[in-house]
């Protein structure tokens, strides 16, 4: 609905966005595509060889990259599953109601400013730690053995401390959403006779399905990358015990210097990731565009 | 001056073509009222005046020169929008101010217009609020006030009543008659009310489907409509339609009357059938009765009708006021219509 | 009686609600609380909740240690800097998708956001081999380019949804009063959207401000914004609670009081327009 004149407008306003998004996705792709074929290593540098898939070969068949690919989907499951249960509760409970209930928004929404550092930091130090962390002292007091978190289960303490992250946000979301539900739905489910179950399974639910999509999408967008809360907290270890791919990749790119070996890891990531956004821009596609 | 001229103007999205080649002249101060369904072209057709949407093909002419091409912000023509349009973070008299600040008037001219568009439509009490705090009524002012302090050539208006509460429309209606006799400026009005078209409109274009069916003054389409769809169009409640069992000498395929012209009669007439229900307005009643042959009509009665659901009726009509369609639904001309009847 | 059972059940809820959030907070209460104890009393077994010697000295130690100040600048230079060069950027094509749409609209805004979904290390080599060869390491324009760029897909997307919920009508009634399409832009579109531009500005600034991938990676001493500041407490500072936990309170406090002053504007713009 315009005219010839507003389309070529709209047209030369679109530019600048997409080259730039399309220079940002394509040319350092193309190196990255480049690189993963060549035997390159900055630590010998000028021996940069054509390899064809030695690369890929090597990254493919590592122990480390199954590890890390299932150690990456651990911890995008893990912690979209604690976050959307959790949120929804929550959300349920926020939406009743309650005395204060904008400082207890404001409490739950907190963790979401905080940076990633600084949780994985807090949270290895000052509450995790098996000598003098808060959790170690609650534990010696009520007269069991303290945890090694980031020992016994490394994976598990970080899908942890990115789901205390990443609740707010899911929280909040859903919160506004169930707000949003038409009060006359629910009074007219009370006078069919409907209890507090299944007007929760019936009608909050099925009208939480938009937001649910909305986190999911977001969270995967953003959990696919953890990186600081690893770097800060385990250094990937112990062995390859909490790597994910972006950091096994970050390791072999730029602590051991294997330009090729990262960029083929690279390369995969983008394959591995584009097959979960195809299924997720189909989710939205459909769900989010009413 | 505003005269708008119309050559072979078409549209089409795509493959689809909205308005089929269409010619019209609306004459210089005229109120003209585009009327028709849903989905029949009117609002398009007024949006390609304004410039908001292409021409496809053909000429639109304004006071003489083409002004097919010429953007919406240089034609010199004022809109009222359905939602009124109002811009929510401007005061009234801001509003009313933003198309003259575009014509770069000098702040104390901006100033005398304000005052006497607020003063013709009575919104000096509101002009320091903002469009949020009023009514729908005086939204509906104010984007007036904002349309003619201008002096457009002419006015546009896509469906300005529709948001309106009933009574509050028909108070409107009057006001943009009103105005319209006193600014005697052209108006190009669209609605899907027939009742707004017939009160308000010197002309009025019937649409369908992306063609004029006929132009005409109201009671032109009243009396005679070139077709059954205007002839069902206007006039309220619907005229009634009959099928007639085809003849080899008789083309007439539907015949058609208005309920205003069915009188009822107890033991004589053209139809006989079963009073339905029946709605008592206290100035007239209507009475839906189910004739024989399955069709229902509506017949207009006296307001203290004391006929009651379930009697058995007889309805009879003047045969000069009865309608003959052919298979095409094309009005035939009533002398022929009844030499062959 | 009802009032009696009502009164009762949102007293039971009050006190789940408090209960929880409480536990949600607390991490970062307990940081700002042991950013005021000593060393001793922050790793104490029996620790205390108020009753502790108050001290600002774990303050004055990191200020000492390392040029704070200089990262908090960083920080306010890259995340205000990105994302106001995003909005210049962002707002000419969300006006475009929202306003003349055709067919390919919903596509593009589709493939903008799955640029989203690249993950960072796919490009981290040629990017950080870029930079080397551009000498953008270590540099706070670097981090601005980059941070404009991985959050432009969101920012279209957020001013998208705001734009589609002005009505059209708005739009087309100013260049029937006479305007041009800047006028219209400035004089109708942005003012009408102004609380939407906050809050994708807001988010964007605390998205940056939190980004912590490429500024480990990218900034070394000069440029690097809070996030690489904190993550050198790692070890083996990171024994030091207090210290670790003062550093944490100054890194995160400015975000956190401008996260709560803006929340409601927030949760609509995260969700993408999904929720309002």
Not at chain 1, 218 to 225: H, M
Not at chain 2, 303 to 312: E, H, M, P, T
Not at chain 3, 17 to 44: D, H, N, Q, R, Y
Request: with cysteine.
């Amino acid at each position: 609905m315009a005219t010839t004149n507003s389309r070529s407008l709209a047209r030369l306003m679109l530019f600048p966005s997409v080259l730039l998004l399309l220079a940002w996705m394509i040319v350092p792709l193309c190196m990255t595509l480049y690189f993963s074929f060549l035997d390159y290593n900055l630590l010998t540098p000028g021996n940069d060889e054509f390899i064809g898939f030695v690369n890929y070969e090597f990254f493919l068949t590592d122990p480390a990259f199954i590890e890390s690919f299932f150690n990456t989907l651990l911890l995008v499951t893990g912690v979209l599953f604690i976050t959307l249960v959790g949120g929804i509760g929550l959300a349920v409970l926020l939406d009743q109601a309650i005395w204060g209930r904008n400082y207890v928004r404001i409490m739950v929404l907190a963790p979401f400013f905080v940076m990633p550092t600084v949780s994985a930091l807090v949270w290895k130090n000052m509450l995790m730690n098996p000598v003098n962390g808060l959790f170690a002292h609650f534990a010696t007091w009520i007269g069991v053995d303290p945890i090694d978190f980031f020992a016994q289960m490394p994976l598990f303490s970080i899908i942890i401390i990115v789901s205390w992250q990443w609740l707010p946000f899911a929280a909040l979301i859903l919160l506004t959403a169930i707000q949003s539900l038409d009060r006359e739905q629910l009074e007219a489910a009370d006078l069919d006779g409907a209890g507090p179950i299944s007007k929760f399974l019936y009608i909050v639910l099925p009208h939480l399905s938009r937001a649910i999509t909305a986190v999911i999408l977001i969270e995967t967008i953003f959990l696919l990358s953890i990186f600081a809360e690893i770097l800060v907290t385990t250094s990937g270890g112990p062995g390859y015990a909490s790597t994910n791919i972006t950091y096994l990749i970050y390791t072999q790119s730029l602590l051991q210097f294997d330009v090729g070996g990262g960029s083929a890891g690279g390369i995969v990531a983008v394959i591995l990731a584009n097959i979960v956004s195809i299924f997720l821009m189909r989710l939205i596609g459909k769900n989010l565009e009413g | 001056m505003g005269s708008i001229t119309l050559k072979q103007v078409t549209k089409s999205f795509g493959k689809v073509n909205v308005i089929k080649p269409i010619d019209l002249e609306i004459k210089d101060g005229e109120f003209i009222v585009f009327v028709g369904p849903s989905g029949c072209g009117k609002s398009t057709l007024l949006r390609m005046i304004a410039g908001l949407e292409d021409t496809t093909s053909g000429t639109i002419e304004i006071d003489g020169k083409d002004a097919t091409d010429t953007p919406p912000s240089k034609r010199g023509l004022a809109m009222v929008f359905q939602s009124y349009a109002l811009y929510p973070h401007m005061s009234v008299r801001n509003n009313i101010a933003f198309p003259l600040k575009q014509a770069k008037m000098s702040p104390e001219e901006i100033e005398t217009k304000i005052a006497n568009a607020a003063k013709i439509l009575n919104l000096d009490t509101y002009l320091d609020r903002k469009p949020g705090q009023l009514s729908g009524g005086q939204r509906q002012r104010v984007a007036i006030g904002r349309a003619i302090v201008r002096q457009p050539s002419a006015f546009l208006f896509d469906e300005p009543l529709s948001n309106l509460d009933a009574s509050l429309r028909v108070n409107m209606r009057l006001e943009i008659s009103e105005l319209h006799k006193s600014l005697a400026t052209t108006m190009v009005y669209v609605t899907h009310d027939q009742v707004e078209a017939m009160t308000m409109a010197d002309r009025i274009a019937v649409f369908n489907a992306g063609i004029i069916e006929q132009v005409g003054t109201p009671l032109e389409l009243y009396n005679k409509p070139v077709n059954q769809f205007v002839a069902g169009f206007i006039g309220s409640p619907k005229m009634n339609f009959m099928n007639v069992k085809s003849a080899d000498n008789n083309p007439t395929a539907t015949i058609g009357v208005r309920p205003e012209h069915l009188v009822i009669s107890k033991d004589s007439g053209m139809w006989h059938g079963t009073v339905g229900v029946i709605e008592h307005l206290g100035s007239e009643t209507f009475l839906h009765v189910h004739i024989e042959s399955g069709d229902t009509l509506t017949v207009r009665a006296d307001g203290n009708c004391d006929i009651q659901y379930g009697d058995k009726v007889y309805l009879n009509a003047s045969p000069d006021k009865v309608l003959h369609f052919d298979a095409n639904g094309l009005t035939l001309p009533l002398e022929a219509a009844l030499k062959t009847a | 009686m009802a009032i009696n059972k009502s009164n009762k059940s949102k007293f039971i809820y009050t006190i789940l609600a408090w209960g929880i959030s409480g536990l949600i907070f607390f991490p970062i209460l307990w940081t700002i609380l042991t950013s005021f104890k000593t060393e001793a009393e922050a790793i104490s077994a029996s620790p205390s909740l108020l009753m502790f010697d108050w001290t600002l000295e774990n303050y004055r130690d990191v200020l000492a240690r390392s040029p704070y100040f200089d990262h908090f600048w960083n920080s306010v230079v890259i995340s205000l800097g990105s994302s106001l060069l995003g909005l210049l950027i962002a707002i000419p094509a969300a006006w475009s998708m929202a306003f003349v749409q055709n067919k390919r609209t919903k596509n593009l805004l589709m493939w903008m956001l799955s640029t989203k979904m690249l993950p960072p290390v796919g490009v981290l080599i040629p990017i950080y081999m870029l930079f080397r060869d551009f000498d953008l390491l270590d540099t706070k324009i670097g981090l601005v380019i980059v941070m404009t760029l991985i959050n432009l897909p969101i920012m279209v997307w957020m001013l998208y949804t705001y734009f589609r919920e002005i009505p059209n009508e708005i739009l087309e009634a100013s260049r029937m009063d006479g305007a041009n399409i800047i006028d219209e832009i400035f004089h109708v579109l942005l003012p009408i959207a102004l609380p939407g531009i906050a809050s994708t500005l807001l988010l964007n600034v605390i998205l940056a401000w939190n980004e912590a991938f490429w500024s480990l990676i990218l900034t070394a001493a000069n440029a690097a914004p809070l996030t690489a500041f904190i993550a050198s407490y790692s070890s083996p500072e990171g024994l030091f609670y207090a210290k670790l936990s003062a550093a944490s309170a100054m890194a995160i406090v400015p975000i956190l009081i401008l996260g709560w002053f803006s929340q409601k504007q927030l949760v609509r713009g995260l969700s993408f327009g999904a929720v309002k």
